[in-house]
């Protein structure tokens, strides 16, 4: 797996926009994306606070 984001990512291809984008529209709800991004933002702010603590992540 590591492979494959690592190739998709040398050839711009944006993999996270790419996910969320194929769970909307097998879900056909935009609201999911949205639900995503809040928790995925969420994740990124709490890791962020326990590095700033100088705690392991």
Same mark, same amino acid.
């Given at each position: 797996?590591?492979?494959?984001?690592?190739?998709?990512?040398?050839?711009?291809?944006?993999?996270? $926009? !790419?996910?969320? /984008? =194929?769970?909307?529209?097998?879900?056909?709800?935009?609201?999911?994306?949205?639900?995503?991004?809040? $928790? !995925?933002?969420? /994740? =990124?702010?709490?890791?962020?606070?326990?590095?700033?603590?100088?705690?392991?992540?």
């Amino acid at each position: 797996m590591e492979v494959l984001l690592r190739i998709a990512e040398e050839h711009g291809i944006d993999v996270e $926009e !790419l996910i969320m /984008n =194929t769970i909307r529209d097998s879900v056909n709800d935009s609201t999911s994306t949205i639900r995503l991004r809040v $928790e !995925l933002a969420e /994740n =990124t702010y709490d890791a962020m606070n326990q590095l700033n603590k100088g705690d392991a992540v």
